[in-house]
């Protein structure tokens, strides 16, 4: 462990070296810790702010440290202690064959294919961010003429079971207009989150 922050510590000292470039070989046979040692280097950087781009010889090392990297940033979420400046997933991003990589569940989140399809969500008609922020927006401008518009319905529905026993027993009943807004803006609001959710923790910003 401790020859595997040395060499943590000797990489990072190099990039202070701005006047010359430094090649830094971290070496040993299997199992001595090497796609940890790369694992922890790579996520030291990432909340350095530097961009690094790291290769690998076979799709099982690639994954390997991908899901190291991606479990390092997870905890840092759950960590109470951590720092508050983290580095979101948004900042790491894995490409390569997906059947020969064999992308997992743990790193599914950090492929491009998948970040592709986040983007094709978040930016479509439909799904996207417009159109959540629009809809989000009619409902507390219309909200109270929407409310009428309800009890209106409500009203005509219990005049049709006034002669039934659910009515009499009062098991329909029409919801106040704080509850009625309650209720539609959870609805409303949802997807708008939902987008929201999704460009913050799948995107650089």
């Known amino acids: 462990m401790i020859l595997q922050a040395e060499a943590i510590l000797t990489s990072l000292d190099s990039l202070?070296?701005?006047?010359?470039?430094?090649?830094?070989?971290?070496?040993?046979?299997?199992?001595?810790?090497?796609?940890?040692?790369?694992?922890?280097?790579?996520?030291i950087l990432l909340k350095m702010k530097y961009r690094t781009l790291t290769c690998a010889p076979t799709n099982v090392a690639i994954t390997q440290v991908a899901s190291r990297l991606v479990k390092l940033i997870s905890e840092s979420f759950k960590n109470p202690s951590?720092?508050?400046d983290i580095c979101p997933l948004g900042d790491v991003l894995l490409f390569g064959n997906k059947h020969r990589l064999k992308i997992g569940q743990d790193i599914t989140e950090i492929y491009l294919d998948y970040r592709v399809d986040r983007l094709v969500e978040c930016l479509g008609s439909i799904t996207g961010w417009k159109h959540c922020i629009s809809s989000t927006?009619?409902?507390?401008?219309?909200?109270?003429?929407?409310?009428?518009?309800?009890?209106?319905?409500?009203?005509?529905?219990?005049?049709?079971?006034?002669?039934?026993?659910?009515?009499?027993?009062?098991?329909?009943?029409?919801?106040?207009?704080?509850?009625?807004?309650?209720?539609?803006?959870?609805?409303?609001?949802?997807?708008?989150?939902?987008?929201?959710?999704?460009?913050?923790?799948s995107f650089t910003v």
């Open 82 to 84: 951590a720092e508050m």
């Open 16 to 43: 202070k070296c701005c006047h010359k470039p430094s090649v830094e070989l971290i070496w040993g046979p299997p199992g001595t810790g090497k796609t940890k040692t790369t694992s922890v280097m790579l996520f």
């Open 137 to 201: 927006s009619g409902f507390l401008e219309d909200c109270v003429s929407d409310y009428d518009i309800y009890v209106e319905n409500e009203l005509i529905k219990l005049k049709k079971l006034a002669d039934k026993e659910e009515a009499t027993k009062g098991k329909r009943k029409i919801s106040s207009l704080i509850d009625f807004a309650r209720s539609r803006f959870n609805l409303t609001a949802s997807s708008l989150r939902t987008c929201m959710f999704k460009f913050c923790n």
